[in-house]
């Protein structure tokens, strides 16, 4: 029986209505029929009992009977109807309402169960009807019975009920009308658009889409724009937008300093949430607060290899301010690899970590930093935390580890070139004094002979001055006045610097004796004059100062602690172009020069650096590229009571004379020397040169061949000429055995360079006296005259 005729389109709601049909069938609704029929049985068995009536008051009581429930059940069925009626215009109108509403919608009967669906409602959960509303939706709602049952209660007071409800997969309102004869349900969803888009959040917000388009702002956010905007940039110009870091938001009035909040989703959209009128985020967070108070020097790199933040102690140790921003390249350099480059291996995860040293570019001294770079993800994406260490100690011992391995090497190497070199000098000069001692001034080849000497003396100071550098020369010290030595310089200064340059000599009137070799000192200050010189080629003034000063504590300067004392020091002061900070570093090594070829060796002041420190001394620099430069040497104040006690009683070491007076002295004391020496050349120029003084020369080519003559005790030597270092037994050796059997012969001890074990007093043969090579002919046979005569 078609009780309601809902004329639907389509098959769902053709189906709605058979089940709404077959629903309605089966429940009480039929119970309306059921009376007007129990009404109507009984009035017929009120109207046939009457016929068996037995008098007429009866058959008119059950006439009267049967037309009452004729009657009655007239009515129930015109009323039956009538609500029939009512109901089918109910849920007629109700279901046209739903039919194509895009929400899934149902209509229940009293009895609770589903007597209609909407195309929505079969989509959505297929057929329902004929089911409880809870079942029905069980899928999306998971605990729907209470829901449901909230809505029922609240029914029976109002004619409408509705409830927002979240569930695990977004957010539904469930609404609930009394129709007439049941209720209809709607269930909205509201889901995730209404609450993504944060339309009922008072904070701005918006969101954004992987590259920064805006997919959607709210109410809020439109407020404080005043307009809509489609790109991130439009609204925060600064870029990029890093979560938790101050930035300004484009206003309708203006500028608004907001914090930006970021919420990323797996699609790669991003809530943002400005959160406005937030002080400093260092001191909102406590993650930045731990930033900034971390004993550590820290800095945040974002994805662009950019400085977003740094610390306090990060901008100290970078020389920077809090709000310097850039790449980390414009802080940082000399990393064996771009700084850019490490930077973007380490944002891809290309390399793996490891701390790198480089050198802090904005700062004035030099300081080199550790630094060691993390990845991080964050909203924003990747970026990087550096943690900062300051290496520079390290640094600096490292290259003075470096500077010093290269000094010995180069040390060694000019100690053997030296050794060899001397000898072959000593060779050359040697015969060409004997050429020369044959060859009068006005003889042709004079002239050349006299170059050939020149040139060999200019090698031979060349091969000092590496010698002096790898502090290998024998050094001669003596007790010096420096005001008497200077002033003695300054003539031959005067003339070095010429006629533009001023050279003022200044000495303090108490200076104190210092002990040093002469020569050596005079070869120091006559270099930084020239360098005073050459710094100045438009002429000036060069203040030569010397001063007593007294340390009461020790000096730190440079890398060097000067002790507490009294110091003897001189000053060379220019006013020239000065030496630039990077360059400072490097002029006490040899062979740096900056000027042309043929103008400087570089050899000046790494010689006058291992002169002042084989005297014990120090030698700084001050200089400011445009003004000048000042050399500071401190050399230790000369105790002279001391100095009396321990003095030699002669002078064995001093083998110069006036060439003049040798070759004129014609009582040369004759006698037996025994030459020793391992480089034949040198003994043929020797042996020649001493038999030339009439001299009686034994000759041997080693120790051994030495030892082995003197053993014949026959032999009557009056002095030893022995080099120092040669293949198998050394001289002091040799000498040392033969004295034991002649303990009164003499002896010149001859070498190329001095040796650690053949430094100053550590021959230990007393009275012993020492010829350093090369050697002209006049420097061996005064030598020689000397010794045999001195007692
Ligand atoms: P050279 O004089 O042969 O170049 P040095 O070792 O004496 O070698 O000096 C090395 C370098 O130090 C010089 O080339 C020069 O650049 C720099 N220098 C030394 N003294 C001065 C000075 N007084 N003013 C400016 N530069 C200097």
């Known amino acids: 029986m078609l009780w309601f005729g809902i004329r639907t389109e389509g098959g769902v709601g053709a189906l709605s209505v058979e089940a709404a049909e077959r629903s309605v069938a089966d429940t009480r609704e039929g119970k309306p029929f059921l009376q007007s029929v129990l009404l109507l049985v009984l009035g017929g068995v009120a109207g046939l009992a009457s016929w068996f009536a037995p008098n007429d008051v009866v058959r008119l009581g059950l006439y009267a009977a049967a037309g009452g429930c004729f009657g009655a059940a007239a009515l129930v069925a015109a009323r039956d109807v009538w609500r029939l009626g009512r109901k089918r215009a109910s849920f007629r109108s109700a279901f046209s309402l739903i039919e194509h509403d895009p929400a899934p919608s149902f209509c229940t009967d009293d009895t609770g169960l589903i007597v209609l669906q909407n195309q929505a409602a079969e989509r959505r959960f297929g057929q329902r009807a004929g089911m409880s509303v809870p079942r029905a939706v069980a899928g999306v709602l998971p605990n729907a019975s209470a829901v449901v049952f909230r809505h029922e209660t609240a029914l029976a007071q109002r004619a409408s009920a509705h409830e927002v409800i979240v569930t695990p997969r977004g957010t539904v309102r469930l609404s609930a009308q009394r129709l007439f004869g049941g209720v209809l349900w709607r269930l909205d969803d509201i889901g995730d658009g209404h609450l993504r888009t944060g339309e009922w959040i008072g904070l701005p917000m918006m969101v954004a889409s992987h590259n920064d388009t805006i997919l959607s702002m709210n109410a809020a956010m439109r407020d404080v724009l005043g307009r809509r905007a489609t790109v991130l940039d439009d609204v925060f110009p600064n870029q990029p937008l890093v979560a938790g870091r101050r930035t ?3 206003g309708a009035d203006g500028p608004v300093e907001v914090v930006p909040i970021i919420v990323s989703s797996r699609d790669g959209r991003r809530e943002i949430y400005a959160v406005p009128g937030m002080a400093e985020p260092s001191a909102a967070s406590v993650n930045a607060r731990a930033f900034e108070t971390l004993p550590v020097a820290l800095l945040h790199i974002g994805h662009d290899g950019e400085v977003l933040a740094s610390n306090a102690h990060a901008q100290k140790l970078l020389g920077i ?21 490490w930077v973007a291996d380490t944002l891809a995860e290309r390399v793996p970590h490891r701390a790198e040293v480089a050198r802090a570019k904005l700062r004035k001294d030099e300081t080199f930093l550790q630094i060691s770079l993390s990845r991080i993800l ?20 490292e290259q003075q580890f470096v500077q010093s391995q290269k000094m010995q090497a180069i040390g060694e190497l000019a100690g053997g070139v030296a050794h060899d070199f001397n000898n072959l000098l000593t060779a050359i000069t040697g015969h060409c004094d004997l050429l020369l001692l044959r060859h009068d001034q006005g003889a042709p080849d ?27 020369q024998t050094l001669e010290p003596e007790v010096i006045d420096l005001r008497d030595t200077v002033g ?34 005079d070869q120091v200050i006559m270099n930084l004059v020239v360098n005073a010189r050459d710094a100045m080629p438009n002429g000036g003034e060069i203040k030569l100062e010397t001063k007593m000063v007294r340390l009461a504590e020790p000096m730190q300067r440079d890398q060097a602690v000067v002790p507490p004392g009294q110091y003897v020091t001189i000053e ?3 006013h020239g172009h000065g030496i630039p900070p990077d360059k400072i570093n490097r002029i006490f090594e040899p062979f740096f020069t900056t000027k042309r070829t043929g103008e400087g060796t570089g050899l000046g002041l790494s010689m006058a650096y291992g002169i002042i420190k084989q005297t014990g001394g120090y030698i700084f620099v001050d200089s400011v590229v445009g003004e000048g430069t000042t ?16 003095a030699p009683p002669a002078e064995p070491m001093a083998p110069v004379s006036d060439p003049a007076e040798a070759a004129e002295d014609e009582d040369a ?62 001289g002091p050796t040799w000498v040392r055995e033969a004295l034991a059997d002649r303990p009164s012969t003499k002896v010149v001890f001859v070498s190329g360079y001095a040796e650690d074990a053949f430094e100053e007093g550590k021959i230990g043969i007393p009275g012993s006296a020492f010829l350093p090579k090369p050697f002209s002919l006049v420097d061996l046979t005064e030598t020689v005259r000397a010794q045999l005569e001195s007692h």
Request: glycine fraction near 6%; aromatic fraction near 4%.
């Open 446 to 472: 004079y002239a050349d002979l006299v170059q050939i000497n020149q040139n060999a003396n200019r090698a031979a100071s060349l091969v000092g001055q590496l010698l002096a550098f790898s502090r290998k």
């Open 669 to 730: 004391t004759p006698g037996v020397v025994l030459l020793v020496e391992d480089e034949a050349p040198v003994r043929a120029f020797a042996s020649r040169a001493l038999r030339l003084k009439g001299y009686t020369v034994l000759e041997a080519g080693s120790a051994e061949e030495a030892l082995d003559t003197l053993s014949d005790a026959s032999v009557a030597v009056d002095l030893f000429v022995t080099d120092v270092v040669m293949p198998g037994m050394d």
């Open 321 to 341: 301010d809090a709000d310097t921003t850039g790449p980390l390249s414009r802080f940082v350099e000399n990393l064996g690899r771009s700084v850019n480059d």
């Open 248 to 250: 300004s938001l484009a």
């Open 631 to 646: 050399f500071t040497i401190y050399i230790p104040a000369h105790d002279v009571s001391e100095d009396e006690l321990a």
């Open 488 to 521: 003695e310089l300054t003539h031959l200064l005067n003339r070095l610097v010429g006629e533009r340059i001023r050279l003022t000599l200044a000495n303090d009137p108490g200076l104190q004796p210092i002990r040093a070799d002469r020569r050596q000192l």
């Open 378 to 397: 964050d909203g924003a994406g990747p970026s990087l935390v550096a943690v900062l260490h300051d290496a520079t100690e390290l640094k600096t011992l």
């Open 572 to 574: 060379v002061e220019d």
